[in-house]
C-alpha cells in the first residue's frame, strides 16, 4: 500500500570537465533525459526521473574511486586498477610513472585535469559507473528506464511473507 514512499529516485553524479568533449556530451545526454521524452525515438514517453549531481572539474575522492571501482563492470574477481581513471593524453604520466593508488589518482587528477578520463557517471542507487565512455552513460540510463517501465524490478520490493502471499 505505502511501497510508493519507499521508493526513492536515482542518485545520479556527474563529475564533469567542460573541456573534455565525451564530458559535455555525457552531461548534455544526461540533461536531456530528466528534461525530454526518453528514450528520444519515443516522442510520448516521459522523461526520466533522476536527482542529478554535477559536479564540475573536481575529481572524485579517494574513496568515491574506490566505490566507483566497485561499480564497474570487470572480468575478474578483483576490482580494476587505478589507471581505469587516467587518460591517453599527451601529458598524462606514461605507464611506469602513472599513480598506482586512488590518493595518487586524484591528487594527479586535481594538478593536471587532462590526465583524468572524464566524464565519471555513477548510479549511486543502482551501483553502476561509466568512466570516460558516453556508451556507458547511456547504458546507465537505459538500465533507469528499464526500471521505470517495469522491465526490471526492485530488488527490494517489499514482499511481505505470512498468510497472504
Do not use: C
Not at 586498477?81 to 606514461?94: D, E, R
Not at 559507473?129 to 556507458?136: L, R, Y
Amino acid at each position: 500500500m505505502f511501497s510508493a514512499f519507499k521508493r526513492s529516485l536515482p542518485q545520479i553524479s556527474i563529475f564533469h570537465n567542460p573541456s573534455s568533449p565525451p564530458s559535455v556530451n555525457a552531461l548534455n545526454l544526461l540533461k536531456a533525459a530528466v528534461s525530454s521524452p526518453y528514450p528520444p525515438s519515443k516522442p510520448n514517453a516521459p522523461p526520466l526521473q533522476f536527482d542529478l549531481d554535477v559536479v564540475e572539474s573536481t575529481p572524485p575522492t579517494p574513496d568515491q574511486l574506490r566505490t566507483i571501482l566497485s561499480y564497474l563492470p570487470s572480468r575478474s574477481a578483483s576490482l580494476p586498477p587505478p589507471s581505469t581513471f587516467l587518460s591517453s593524453h599527451p601529458t598524462a604520466p606514461s605507464p611506469g610513472e602513472q599513480p598506482q593508488t586512488l590518493d595518487g589518482v586524484t591528487k594527479l587528477a586535481s594538478s593536471n585535469p587532462s590526465a583524468f578520463k572524464w566524464p565519471v557517471v555513477v548510479d549511486w542507487s543502482g551501483g553502476r559507473a561509466s568512466v570516460g565512455d558516453v556508451e556507458g552513460v547511456k547504458n546507465i540510463l537505459e538500465e533507469i528506464r528499464k526500471r521505470r517501465d517495469g522491465e526490471v524490478k526492485d530488488d527490494d520490493e517489499y514482499k511481505p511473507k505470512g498468510w497472504f502471499s
